[in-house]
Nanobody
Framework: QVQLVESGGGSVQAGDSLRLSCAAS????????LAWFRQAPGKEREFVAV????????NYADSVKGRFTISRDNTKKMVSLQMNSLKPEDTAVYYC???????????????WGKGTLVTVSS
């Protein structure tokens, strides 16, 4: 089992950068695929990025490809999301999630953090 706690959210201007972090507890962190999802007001939760167990494979939503970078440090039990060139449409609550299998579906995730709010103003 793993518990996830996100941090790093905040209010920024369009074009700025922000780095989200997700700290995990549990002894088997390296056995989990880690992902970021987001949910904007009035919208469904959507996939942002995913990283495999060793970090060798990553995948991104088209809307963030080239701007966001997901990374993980298994020794520190951390996964991060570097967000550059932020846009107002990136405004959402961002969630860290974990699963044993590589997936980009919210329904495929076993564990979730409580989220961190990112607000991007124009």
């Amino acid at each position: 089992q793993v518990q996830l706690v996100e941090s790093g959210g905040g209010s920024v201007q369009a074009g700025d950068s922000l780095r989200l972090s997700c700290a995990a507890s549990g002894r088997t962190f390296s056995m989990y695929v880690l992902a970021w999802f987001r949910q904007a007001p009035g919208k469904e939760r959507e996939f942002v990025a995913v990283i495999s167990w060793t970090g060798g494979t990553t995948n991104y939503a088209d809307s963030v490809k080239g701007r966001f970078t997901i990374s993980r440090d298994n020794t520190k039990k951390m996964v991060s999301l570097q967000m550059n060139s932020l846009k107002p449409e990136d405004t959402a609550v961002y969630y860290c999630a974990a699963n044993h299998q590589l997936s980009s579906s919210p329904s495929g995730m076993d564990y979730w953090g409580k989220g961190t709010l990112v607000t991007v103003s124009s």
